[in-house]
């Protein structure tokens, strides 16, 4: 199972704020690794939304954005639209036992 | 325009071998360190195994070790998964991915995943 929780499922309406959770631990975003965000429509590949905790890729939109905290990290989406539904992963790397990268456990964004 | 395309899935026996193959184009590849993560059916992702950009240095997931081989052909810009000794738990849409040479070394990675994958099926 995976190392980093996330909400099963966050909502919100059409314009609206919604933020996404990544909780880990000491051996992981505690540790100090950096936390990336990843976004995945059905049936498609993910797509790297997020990377080394608040950067955007090139064509990604700013309502998009991440921070760091301690063992935990957060993925802001402000001014929802409706092209935002779907899932997100947070991912780092966790040190314990012989190194993994981890992913979290996923979250649907639904636009009411 | 980076672009990665994979292929080498099927439906395997338990025990069985398949390779998986990704070319890629669009990017310099021996610049880039690269990796394969699955997704098992209506579940979350999952890293597999990456390598560094010279193919020297190779990492794989515990569950996968001594059963799958990660390498890379930078002549031909590919990237390969060899997977032996399959098990129901292997069955998965395999993608790989590439992490910008930006984003330094092992393992402060995150993967660039562009191909739409190649699925794995390991059933008797």
């Known amino acids: 199972q995976s190392v980093l929780t996330q909400p099963p499922s966050v909502s919100g309406a059409p314009g609206q704020t919604v933020t996404i959770s990544c909780s880990g631990s000491s051996s992981n975003i505690g540790a100090g690794y950096d936390v990336h965000w990843y976004q995945q429509f059905p049936g498609t590949a993910p797509k790297l939304l997020i990377y080394?905790?608040?950067n955007r890729p090139s064509g990604v939109p700013d309502r998009f954005s991440g921070s760091k905290s301690g063992a935990s990290a957060s993925l802001a989406i402000t001014g929802l639209q409706a092209e935002d539904q779907a899932d997100y992963f947070c991912q780092s790397y966790d040190h314990s036992l012989s190194g993994s990268y981890v992913f979290g456990t996923g979250t649907t964004v639904t636009v009411l | 325009e980076v672009q990665m395309v994979e292929s080498g899935g099927g439906l395997v026996q338990p025990g069985g071998s398949l390779r998986l193959s990704c070319t890629a184009s669009?990017?310099?590849?021996?610049?880039?360190?690269m990796t394969w993560v699955r997704q098992a059916p209506g579940k979350g992702l999952e890293w597999v195994s990456s390598?560094?950009?010279?193919?020297?240095?190779?990492f794989h997931r515990d569950s996968v070790k001594g059963r799958f081989t990660i390498s890379r052909d930078n002549s031909r810009n590919t990237l390969y998964l060899q997977l032996h000794s399959l098990r129901a738990e292997d069955t998965a849409m395999y993608y790989c991915?590439?992490?910008?040479?930006?984003?330094?070394?092992?393992?402060?990675?995150?993967?660039?995943?562009r191909g739409r994958g190649t699925l794995v099926t390991v059933s008797s």
């Open positions: 991915a590439r992490t910008p040479s930006e984003a330094g070394t092992f393992p402060y990675w995150y993967f660039d995943l």
């Open positions: 669009g990017f310099t590849f021996n610049s880039n360190a």
């Open positions: 390598t560094s950009a010279s193919g020297v240095s190779t």
């Open positions: 080394v905790n608040s």
